[in-house]
């Protein structure tokens, strides 16, 4: 089976802190990606990556930044966090190629930040 | 850029029965996926069904199908035989040439004993 894992389930940091999320998969997959979900606003991409060290801005990348030194690891970095990125925090990957390949999703975090 | 569109925040449906989730998309890509992804409450979210735009064949994984009509840029996701395990956020997919998705809002599906 397809294993998604993110570091935590649930977590609390305060303003101005710097936060790390990680997301390891175990399948191998070229592509993962950080998605944000909030109620109402479904899934929004804020960053992706294709391959090892590089990375492509999704729809909402602004207060992030992402790191994948490891084909297996990909981790969202929020520099400096503040209230507005309280959300759920979910990562996802898949094989590479055209957009018909099922992406896998993690459990997801959720992040308060207060 | 593309969009999806999902005009159903909630829905309700009794056990037993038939429930159809709406989904409208835009994109320009000439060769593009499809997908309908469920959310279970506090689960992780898994595919329920895929669609390749180029086939006139709609997909169709057990008691779930999909009414797809690409000149419409619809494509509806029918789920038979409700069960109160389908109880979930529903959100539809659009894949991108880079192989990123596009998701709608979301539809919450309640199932009724």
């Known amino acids: 089976d397809v294993k998604v894992t993110q570091s935590s389930r649930y977590l609390v940091k305060r303003t101005g802190e710097k936060v790390f999320l990680e997301c390891v998969q175990d399948?191998?997959?070229?592509?993962m990606f950080w998605y944000r979900q909030d109620p109402g606003l479904g899934l929004r991409l804020i960053y992706f990556?294709?391959?090892?060290?590089?990375?492509e801005k999704g729809d909402i990348p602004e207060g992030y930044s992402v790191s994948r030194e490891k084909k297996e690891r990909f981790s969202l970095i929020l520099e400096s966090a503040s209230t507005n990125q309280t959300s759920m925090y979910l990562c996802?990957?898949?094989?590479?190629?055209?957009?018909?390949?099922?992406?896998?999703f993690g459990p997801g975090t959720r992040l308060t930040v207060t | 850029a593309q969009t999806v569109t999902q005009s159903q925040p909630e829905m309700s449906v009794q056990e037993a029965e038939t429930v159809t989730l709406s989904c409208t998309y835009d994109?320009?890509?000439?060769?593009?996926?499809l997908f309908w992804y469920k959310q279970p409450p506090s689960r992780q979210m898994i595919l329920v069904i895929r669609?390749?735009?180029?086939?006139?064949q709609n997909a169709t994984e057990n008691r779930f199908s999909v009414n797809f009509q690409k000149a419409a840029k619809s494509f509806s996701l029918k789920i038979s035989d409700s069960q109160l395990g389908d109880a979930a956020m529903y959100f539809c997919?659009?894949?991108?040439?880079?192989?990123?998705?596009?998701f709608g809002k979301g539809t919450k599906l309640s199932v009724k004993p």
């Open positions: 996802a990957s898949s094989f590479a190629g055209p957009s018909g390949y099922e992406q896998y």
């Open positions: 399948m191998d997959h070229e592509n």
């Open positions: 990556s294709y391959d090892v060290k590089m990375k």
């Open positions: 994109t320009s890509e000439s060769d593009y996926y």
């Open positions: 669609q390749e735009a180029y086939k006139q």
């Open positions: 997919a659009c894949g991108g040439s880079q192989g990123n998705l596009i």
